[in-house]
């Protein structure tokens, strides 16, 4: 087994005296980078993405303040919760500093039990987020993004298509026969072949700029970035024939044979046109259902002829 990940503190402070006081306190159980000058720091944040940053207040050129206004104004560095150190006392400062977003404050000099605290609550808080989130955009039984998450994306990605005029690959998913494993063998025995499916589908589709969700009950679906129809009817077949090859295992004695019909589409979208994102997943949803009308076990692809 691996072991866990450290979790990343991003340093920004022009005194290097307190970046090594830091690095001493937190370097034993946390990631730690750091940066003298706030210019490269807001670039460390984009390229490392922390769990956390600790931002003095005062330095030369860009003040802290600025820094944070600048990293709450960029998607990519928003939702880093940001820990001020400061040497003063101003209730001013203190007050600015929370109004633009920071989560804490640390006084210098350090104390080490302050800073240990401090730092462990915002990476508590931050773990306990993401556990959240997780749940809002996840499928509990599959791990894989759930409908209402992968609406945003697909919305997103058509949006994206319409700008770039690019292909965007889309295609629904559906077990064959699947109330028969239910109806024979247990709901059990359903979920655990719906893991395997998931599985297998999720491992078919290897670019991080590729989605896959489940649509609902045995339905998946796939959104193929920058991908032709060609493209895309091959990665469809890849999913069908790794999942008619594979042996489903029940349970020790017990196997099962599954199949899968799959509706492809694939469009460059037009911002300005009749033809909606309702009106490309509804053709997508048409092929699927000619897959079925067809014999099962196959791809087909819409077409508006």
């Not at 770039?164 to 494993?181: A, E, N, S, T």
């Not at 499916?197 to 920058?226: M, P, Q």
Request: charged share 25%; aromatic share 8%; glycine share 6%.
């Amino acid at each position: 087994m691996n072991p866990p990940t450290k979790e990343t503190i991003l340093i920004i402070d022009d005194n290097k005296l307190n970046i090594m006081a830091l690095i001493r306190i937190l370097g034993s159980e946390y990631m730690i980078y750091f940066e003298d000058d706030a210019a490269k720091g807001l670039q460390s944040a984009k390229t490392f993405n922390p769990d956390l940053i600790l931002l003095d207040i005062v330095m030369p050129g860009i003040t802290g303040f600025e820094v944070i206004k600048i990293l709450k104004s960029d998607k990519d560095t928003r939702d880093i919760p940001v820990i001020f150190l400061t040497g003063r006392s101003d209730v001013q400062d203190e007050e600015l500093g929370f109004v633009l977003g920071a989560a804490d404050y640390i006084k210098k000099p350090f104390s080490t039990a302050i800073v240990m605290l401090r730092v462990s609550h915002q990476l508590k808080m931050q773990r306990l987020l993401r556990e959240v989130y997780n749940l809002s955009v996840e499928d509990v039984l599959t791990g894989l993004g759930n409908r209402r998450h992968f609406n945003n994306v697909l919305l997103q990605e058509w949006q994206r298509s319409a700008r770039q005029q690019l292909p965007l690959g889309f295609m629904i998913l559906d077990i064959d026969y699947f109330k028969k494993v239910n109806d024979t063998y247990g709901h059990v025995s359903g979920d655990a072949v719906l893991k395997a499916v998931a599985e297998i589908i999720k491992n078919s589709v290897s670019r991080s700029t590729d989605h896959v969700a489940r649509w609902g009950g045995e339905e998946f679906a796939v959104i193929l970035y920058e991908t032709d129809l060609v493209g895309t009817m091959t990665v469809a077949e890849k999913i069908r024939k790794s999942i008619e090859s594979t042996v489903f295992e029940l349970t020790d004695n017990i196997t099962v044979d599954i199949t899968i019909s799959i509706g492809v589409h694939c469009i460059v979208a037009e911002a300005d046109s009749a033809y909606t994102l309702k009106s490309f997943i509804s053709d997508t949803d048409a092929a699927l259902y000619e897959a079925k009308n067809l014999g099962r076990n196959r791809v087909v692809a819409f077409s508006d002829k």
